[in-house]
């Protein structure tokens, strides 16, 4: 069984630019989450996915956007970077959007938006 | 509010010494569930533990052990005879039901000196 990964691993934008960043699930898991953790800060909560849908959105601009795909895999992508957009992104997946299942997190992927 | 408060930013004890870390929920819920997650410095969140609301007993495994209190609101972990290998950031978190997503605090920084 293969655990969530993640790609790339680290990625320097400048201000203005679009980048996607890309999410491998955990084999079986049919529902993914997106967390946005600042520095020396806890993960935040910015969307999440079941079955290729949003299931659920934080406080985060539309700016940020995601796609699930058939094979479960998922994509975070963010429009007009802002240096605030700095931070490591974190992908869970889970094997339901259940309240009782445990989420399993990806390295994530180090953003710097200079 | 539905915050998760871990007033400990940083801790730092020698190996061997037993270590507590704080966490503090806020919720309006009868149901909720509550986690701690271990982030490493390789980046990824380990799930160490989920609790429900309605289950008081405080739980050990191994060298950690959970000590869950609704009166005073806290969930309460500690590392019995640490080893420098806990050393990490630990996030308590709690289920926010309506959009299946974790709050996490903003996390403890354990360091174990040899």
């Known amino acids: 069984e293969t655990g969530v990964t993640q790609s790339p691993t680290h990625l320097i934008k400048t201000r203005g630019q679009q980048v996607t960043l890309r999410c491998s699930s955990q084999?079986?898991?049919?529902?993914v989450s997106w967390y946005q953790q600042a520095l020396g800060q806890g993960p935040q909560f910015i969307f999440q996915y079941y079955r290729e849908e949003e299931n659920g959105r934080g406080n985060f601009p539309p700016r940020f956007s995601g796609l699930q795909f058939p094979n479960y895999s998922s994509e975070l992508n963010v429009n007009a970077l802002e240096l605030d957009d700095s931070a490591l992104y974190l992908c869970?997946?889970?094997?339901?959007?259940?309240?009782?299942?445990?989420?399993?997190f990806g390295p994530g992927t180090r953003l710097t938006v200079l | 509010a539905q915050k998760v408060t871990q007033a400990q930013t940083e801790i730092s004890v020698v190996e061997k010494e037993d270590v507590t870390l704080d966490c503090v929920y806020e919720t309006r819920d009868t149901t909720y569930y509550l986690f701690w997650y271990k982030q490493p410095p390789s980046g990824e969140l380990v799930f160490l533990i989920r609790?429900?609301?309605?289950?008081?007993q405080n739980e050990i495994s191994g060298r950690y052990s959970w000590n869950f209190q609704k009166s005073t609101s806290s969930f309460n972990f500690t590392i019995t005879a640490s080893q420098v290998v806990d050393s990490a950031v630990y996030f308590c978190g709690r289920w926010y039901s309506s959009a299946s997503k974790i709050i996490f605090g903003s996390g403890t920084r354990l360091s174990i000196r040899p």
């Open positions: 084999s079986g898991h049919n529902t």
């Open positions: 869970a997946s889970s094997l339901y959007r259940e309240i009782t299942d445990t989420q399993y």
């Open positions: 609790r429900n609301s309605f289950d008081e």
